[in-house]
């Protein structure tokens, strides 16, 4: 059990250790060592986009009363490699009158951030790939960041569809990040650091979520806000937009908007764990393994959501974002400073 | 329709073209909206894309052999368009019809109710973006398919109706089977339709008040259907210009008085319900006995005759006019959804552009009906 404990850390000691034994210079050490935790970052990404794919298509099959995937592979698990292997195979259209260079760089711009967003996560005890003392900070930058390649795809593709999304992005975007932000305000003043080491340690004893209700309350409906998924994926809006800012795009560009949208959705899912649910900790089993578990959960309740509710117009979109969330968080901070003051 | 505000603000207006290959607009209807950021601010529908030319190409047809035309109108319920056919050509040769034949035509229609509002509640759920009501209604409707395959061959095409009765006596068996489907139906799949949909906040917050249709304005542009009765006039007909044998069951017309998307909506479900009630009585009443007249004259009267029933969509009639030969001279069809589609513009008319896409979900059209 003390070896799958610290599995992870233990490897990283390895290796740092047979790297000093070969005689690298402290610089390349350290430069390895990022690459390193770069490349495990990454193969979460890949690893987590596929599982997840496959795993909201089995429970999506659930509730609605049908199978999903049951083809390729037992009980259709190489679905989504099939799926992503046709896509790669795909002829990359770049239609007539787009303009070239947004069109094309979009989607890669889209899917950095949320590469981006993994550096921060603690995803166990002392495995935080750059524990940052602005982590929240950084975090909460990184994910606004993802509105700017939407609205360069949307006003390149040369499209109505395209640019009717991309402007509802930005306003739903807009009208979304504040209250994320303030209802992670409340967690910041209780521990009084930005630095998601700390946070999680402040959850030793009692998780926020029982601190702070309401702030996780309005962190998960802006999360999904944030993550553009149903019943606020206005952006993409099938019944009337086709497909939104995504309309122009096919093969591997369209699979990275795709595949950046699970990476949202597990950051989303990965930052509520940490922020409210205790991070990594958890008795008797590995940290790491509590992390998933903890960060699966709240991933179904999205999926679950997801399938179950119809989506919401833009406009109530909005004054649900500003005139109920926004107000709410503000209580909510004000509630915790008096709670904090009296204390 | 709906005051445009004008806010002083210099907007520049586009044209959207929804379809003729568009996820929601049910089949290849087409429409050209004009939107000012999101409200709409002009409809500009176009229908004739699933254009057969049926009506003319049914004058070099005998009578029966028209029958098949009429399954490819509304193709989701070819039970009623058959029904209305033959009731027409019966009523041009004064043909009375077995008793049975007429219990039968009932459950079947009704049924034939039930799968439409099926089809509608879960492509309206899909317009509003809730995929999985699109699973639940199929999937009810499919244990009804397969009570009309058995019963006809054929799952979408039936041409079950024939002139003076029907094709094929149903048996005791598929009689308790659609027992068991009505009650299913009445016990388990409504409540689940209310509890998945209509209870939904988000739901109510996005059909309330959208698309109103007023009941002056829906009279006047001829509106029938569950459309009409939502804008609150009751007005039904199979009830009000009772055929067959309507005139021996019990039942309610749902009324709302509001007629917007929800009350269309919410119409709708009622209506399942008292189709269910009315199959309940009919299997109660049904008689033994022959289900076909013995022998049909090929040639009717010279004269032309106008029937209409109460198709799930609204009042389907069908205009024949008679020469005295075998083949009509003229086969007319008159479509309830083509009528609905001219108030798509009074209902749509500065809503925002999700909307009309809920709007044109609420007034339930299908195309091969529009077009012909």
């Given at each position: ?181 303030f209802?992670?305000l409340g967690v910041v003043m209780i521990t009084g650091s ?8 402040a ?8 601190t702070q209700?309401i702030a ?114 503000l209580l909510n901070i004000l509630i915790t400073g008096v709670v904090l003051y009296i204390i | ?372």
């Amino acid at each position: 059990m003390g070896a799958l404990q610290n599995l992870f850390v233990n490897l990283a000691l390895f290796f740092r250790e047979s790297m000093v034994n070969i005689g690298f210079s402290q610089l390349g050490i350290e430069a390895t060592m990022d690459l390193v935790a770069g490349i495990g970052v990454l193969a979460v990404i890949a690893i987590s986009a596929l599982v997840l794919i496959y795993v909201e298509r089995k429970v999506a099959g659930f509730i609605q009363v049908r199978l999903g995937p049951n083809r390729v592979g037992p009980k259709g698990t190489c679905q989504t490699v099939a799926d992503a292997l046709k896509l790669v195979g795909k002829e990359d259209i770049i239609p007539d009158r787009v303009d070239k260079v947004p069109f094309m760089i979009a989607p890669i711009l889209f899917f950095a951030p949320a590469v981006l967003a993994f550096a921060i996560i603690p995803f166990g005890e002392n495995m935080i790939p750059i524990d940052m003392n602005i982590g929240i900070f950084y975090f909460i930058a990184v994910c606004s960041l993802s509105t700017i390649p939407i609205i360069m795809a949307g006003w390149s593709s040369n499209n109505k569809y395209s640019l009717l999304g991309a402007m509802r992005s930005l306003a739903q975007s807009l009208s979304y990040e504040i209250p994320l932000v303030f209802s992670i305000l409340g967690v910041v003043m209780i521990t009084g650091s930005l630095q998601m080491s700390d946070i999680v340690a402040a959850q030793s004893d009692m998780w926020f979520i029982v601190t702070q209700p309401i702030a996780f309350l309005i962190y998960l409906i802006a999360g999904a806000a944030e993550t553009n998924r149903p019943p606020f994926d206005l952006p993409e809006g099938e019944s009337e937009l086709v497909a939104g800012y995504m309309t122009e795009y096919s093969g591997m560009r369209w699979a990275l908007f795709f595949l950046a949208e699970y990476a949202h959705l597990f950051i989303v899912s990965a930052m509520a764990t940490t922020l409210f649910l205790g991070g990594w900790h958890g008795p008797i089993l590995p940290s790491y393994i509590w992390f998933l578990l903890k960060t699966g959960f709240m991933i179904f309740i999205l999926i679950w959501v997801r399938w179950t509710f119809p989506r919401i117009r833009i406009d109530q979109l909005l004054s649900l974002g500003w005139k109920f969330l926004l107000p709410l968080s503000l209580l909510n901070i004000l509630i915790t400073g008096v709670v904090l003051y009296i204390i | 329709m709906k005051e445009v505000v004008d806010q002083g603000i210099k907007t520049q207006e586009i044209e959207v073209n929804f379809g003729p290959h568009h996820p929601s607009t049910h089949g290849v209807f087409r429409m050209v909206l004009t939107l000012d950021g999101e409200n709409v601010r002009k409809v500009n529908p176009h229908v004739g894309y699933l254009h057969r030319g049926i009506e003319k190409l049914a004058e070099k047809r005998t009578y029966a052999q028209c029958v098949p035309f009429t399954d490819r109108l509304d193709y989701i319920c070819s039970m009623t368009n058959n029904l209305a056919y033959v009731q027409t050509v019966e009523q041009l040769l004064d043909l009375e019809v077995p008793t049975r034949a007429e219990y039968i035509r009932v459950i079947v229609s009704e049924l034939q109710r039930i799968i439409n509002h099926c089809v509608f509640w879960a492509t309206f759920g899909n317009d509003l973006g809730s995929q999985t009501a699109l699973m639940y209604g199929f999937r009810d409707r499919e244990m009804i398919l397969d009570v009309f395959e058995e019963l006809t061959g054929s799952r979408m095409t039936y041409s079950y109706m024939r002139i003076g009765g029907v094709a094929k006596d149903i048996s005791d068996e598929q009689l308790k089977e659609i027992e068991r489907i009505v009650d299913y139906m009445l016990d388990e799949a409504l409540p689940e339709y209310h509890n998945l949909i209509t209870g939904n906040e988000i739901f109510q917050a996005r059909t309330k008040d959208i698309g109103i249709l007023k009941p002056e304005t829906a009279i006047d542009y001829g509106v029938t259907g569950p459309n009409l009765r939502a804008s609150g006039v009751e007005y039904d007909v199979r009830k009000d210009q009772s055929y067959g044998i309507y005139d021996k069951f019990d039942f309610d017309v749902p009324t709302r008085d509001k007629g917007d998307t929800y009350s269309r909506y919410i119409v709708r479900l009622e209506e399942i319900e008292q189709s269910c009630l009315i199959i309940k009585q009919a299997l109660n009443m049904i008689p033994e006995g022959k289900v076909q007249v013995k022998r049909v004259p090929k040639r009717p009267p010279d004269g032309s005759t106008y029937s209409s029933i109460e198709s799930p969509k609204g009042e389907l009639g069908f205009y024949l006019v008679s020469d005295g030969s075998k083949r009509p001279y003229r086969f007319r069809v008159r479509p309830p959804t083509f009528i609905h589609l001219m108030a798509l513009e009074e209902m749509m008319i500065g809503e925002k552009v999700a909307d009309a896409i809920v709007i044109l979900g609420s007034i339930d059209i299908v195309l091969g009906e529009v077009d012909r």
